[in-house]
């Protein structure tokens, strides 16, 4: 098993390019999870998908965007790059949803780099 | 939001040190994940704790969540240069709405000196 993989593994786009963060994991994991890391803020939730064709908001979703049509898939899109959006992405999976107790497993990331 | 105090922020210890690191919330979880990053890597998963007072082992690291369950310890025992890297608390609330969601303090990052 791959786990968590995660491409491109770097990035660099200019202000106003869009771009899309692909995450997959072959575990058969129902949750998925994108976060962001920034220096001295720890990993923070940009959105989450408990399943299948079902996403949330997170802690910081603001100019983001996420799909997950197929169970082992999650795309993270940036629909007009800032450079405040230069930072590490992780995704993230986990298997079961609801009120249990689970291990989030984490992919490589993706170093983007907003110019 | 919700915020975990992770703390220290860095340290720097020679081999064979103990460490201990430490993280405190203004809420109460009912689960608490240890990680370590190393450079250019995803997140590890250390140690998982699940219950308030319990104490677990990993081999030279040992966690406790606390019994307040608003804070929780890691231990490092005989530091070796492998241990370099970031280490992040992460607590997690079950319940309705919350799906498995973790909230990670800001991260400790530990150098060793052989």
């Known amino acids: 098993n791959a786990g968590v993989t995660q491409t491109p593994k770097f990035q660099v786009l200019k202000t106003g390019q869009s771009m899309t963060l692909q995450c997959a994991q072959d575990m058969n994991h129902n949750s998925m999870y994108w976060y962001r890391q920034d220096p001295g803020m720890g990993l923070r939730l940009i959105y989450y998908s408990a399943s299948e064709g079902t996403t949330d908001k997170g802690e910081v979703p603001d100019g983001y965007n996420v799909s997950r049509l197929k169970k082992q898939n999650f795309l993270l899109g940036l629909e007009s790059a800032a450079p405040s959006q230069t930072s590490v992405y992780f995704c993230a999976s986990s298997y079961s949803t609801g009120p249990q107790r689970e291990t989030q497993y984490f992919g490589p990331g993706t170093r983007l780099l907003v110019l | 939001g919700q915020q975990l105090n992770q703390s220290p922020q860095s340290m720097f210890i020679q081999e064979g040190e103990d460490v201990s690191m430490n993280c405190t919330s203004s809420?109460?979880?009912?689960?608490w994940l240890w990680y370590k990053q190393d450079p250019g890597e995803g997140p590890v998963l250390l140690i998982a704790?699940?219950?308030?007072?319990e104490l677990t082992s990993n081999g030279r690291l040992t966690a406790q969540f606390g019994i307040t369950r608003k804070d929780s310890f890691l231990n490092i025992s005989a530091s070796i240069p492998s241990d370099v890297g970031i280490y992040f608390c992460a607590g997690q609330k079950i319940g309705s709405g919350n799906t498995g969601k973790l909230i990670f303090g800001q991260g400790t990052t530990l150098q060793v000196k052989p």
């Open positions: 704790l699940y219950k308030a007072g």
């Open positions: 809420s109460i979880f009912n689960t």
